[in-house]
């Protein structure tokens, strides 16, 4: 016989949103499990690979000051205020208009409040100055693209906060415990059975809450739901998320909800050693300085318009575009002039991908393209810039390249030795296709009724994201939507 254990709520998966729905549920008094499929030293999934921007709205640095740590640069930073009509309308224009209304409005009109709970529960908030501002000539920051907040110490202290505060809280956390199958009676979900160093056992309780992210990490299920190829997509984050508890909850009636066809994919460094799934270097193999550079194909062409709008509204589809090239990769391409102001933490870094070279022949040698196709390609965007545009990164500046594909700001001649080219290939980060549900978190059949007993939250959740997003909305929603699944849990 399996083990038996009794609990009020269990929340399966132990990121982000999983601790957010375990803390809300634990202040309410109930006796809480949280289970993790990971080790400790291996737990935390996604969020742990994660920078830790949150996208939030706000009225301006002023607004911000009670929830962020003090820094001798505040005093000389612009940040733009960021509105809940214009966070809901950034959803609508980076997926299409394919983002659920109910889900939106509930995550723009509540996340501020909700990151404010996590701060007064003992999270820690910075701005991100290294990724989302940009020091002007007379010595202040300006921030850009709507994304300006991100917890201390990036992925590794949002987890290493929660988990602080749900032992606080008196959470039960639980690890290695790998989450199988759900426990049903009189059609009521009332558990899980999982599998645990090595026996079965059998968590019961009033409420489970599913919290334990996609199917990015099972190479069958991306090449099943995505499409031929993704296969060979590279596993940015957990290797534990595969979906297993998704298809328990389809088992048992669930309805699938969102776009079960796309996913949050970027641009991955294609030659470092290691770069899957790496706890050390996490998210600092992605190579998100791309506007201000050209991207070619192993044809040495060029085929996105890197400029088309701030990277926070592009950077999670290109790495679909990437895989689709030949060979599912691509190279970033800078001068010595763009190089200083590449982000420090992904391109400064010992192991990397790069190639140096001081004329662009040789650099489309070392990279492995057609030195013609190359070097024509370069001369044809040099060429084709509109120079009359100021250069600015801080506002997409109208600065084009009137070429085929155009880029649309930022252009910026390759034209100044030494040149760099960077090889990236698609780094896959979650699935947007999830389970239905409510929003309060209800996991829902496909007449609509409710699932009794079973709750959703984080990249488990559907709706809110096809075909992009929005940068730092993925963490927010996991906030959001762990509470309100935790608050009636």
């Known amino acids: ?25 634990a202040e309410r008094g109930r006796r809480v499990v949280l289970l993790e499929r990971g080790e400790f030293g291996d737990h935390g999934g996604n969020s742990f690979y994660t920078a830790g921007a949150t996208r939030i709205t706000h009225t301006g640095l002023d607004d911000l000051r009670d929830v962020i740590e003090p820094d001798d640069r505040h005093e000389r930073t612009v940040v733009p205020p960021y509105s809940p009509e214009e966070y809901a309308a950034d959803l609508a224009k980076v997926t299409d208009g394919r983002n659920d209304p109910h889900l939106t409005q509930t995550l723009v009109t509540e996340i501020t ?50 988990t602080r505060v749900a032992g606080q809280l008196g959470v039960d956390i639980r690890y290695g415990v790998d989450a199988q199958e759900l426990l049903l009676d009189a059609g009521r979900v009332v558990g899980v059975r999982a599998q645990t160093h090595g026996r079965t056992v059998e968590v019961r309780g009033t409420s489970v809450i599913l919290a334990a992210g996609g199917f990015e990490a099972s190479a069958e299920l991306r090449r099943r739901h995505l499409g031929p190829g993704w296969e060979n997509a590279v596993v940015r984050g957990t290797p534990h998320n595969t979906g297993r508890m998704l298809e328990a909850a389809l088992r048992i009636g669930a309805a699938p909800g969102g776009d079960w066809s796309t996913a949050h994919s970027v641009q ?40 088309a709008d701030f990277r926070n509204y592009t950077y999670a589809k290109y790495g679909r575009v990437i895989l689709e090239q030949p060979g599912s990769v691509a190279y970033q391409i800078f001068d010595a002039t763009l190089r200083p102001m590449l982000r420090s ?13 001081d004329d662009l022949a040789g650099l489309a040698a070392s990279l492995g393209v057609p030195s013609d196709a190359f070097i024509d390609t370069v001369s044809r965007f040099n060429a084709a810039i509109d120079t009359a545009a100021p250069f600015d990164p801080t506002a997409k500046d109208g600065r084009r390249a009137d070429v085929t594909p155009p880029k649309s700001n930022w252009a910026t001649a390759i034209a100044t030795p030494p040149f760099y080219g960077y090889p990236v290939t698609c780094g896959i980060t979650f699935t947007f296709g999830g389970l239905a549900s409510d929003t309060h978190g209800r996991v829902l059949r496909e007449d609509g009724s409710v699932i009794d007993g079973l709750l959703v939250c984080g990249e488990m959740l559907g709706g809110l994201f ?13 906030m959001v939507f762990g509470r309100r699944a935790g608050s009636i849990a």
Request: aromatic fraction near 10%; glycine fraction near 18%; charge should be negative.
């Open 1 to 25: 016989m399996p083990e038996e254990l009794e609990f009020d709520v269990i929340v399966v998966g132990g990121g982000n949103a999983g601790f957010s729905a375990a803390h809300a549920a």
């Open 113 to 162: 409040p909700t990151l404010r709970w996590l701060k007064g529960l003992g999270l820690r908030y910075r701005l991100m100055y290294e990724r989302q501002a940009y020091e002007r000539p007379d010595g202040t920051f300006l921030f850009w693209g709507g994304l300006h907040v991100g917890n201390v110490g990036g992925g590794e202290g949002l987890v290493a906060d929660h």
């Open 268 to 307: 991955w460094d294609a030659e470092a050693v290691d770069n899957a799934s790496n706890r050390e270097l996490t998210n600092r193999l992605t190579r998100q300085s791309y506007p201000l550079g050209i991207i070619v194909n192993a044809e040495g062409r060029r085929f996105l318009d890197e400029g």
């Open 345 to 357: 933490e992904e391109y400064d870094m010992p192991g990397i991908g790069v190639h140096q070279c």
């Open 466 to 478: 096809s075909g992009n997003y929005p940068g730092g909305s993925g963490l927010a929603a996991g």
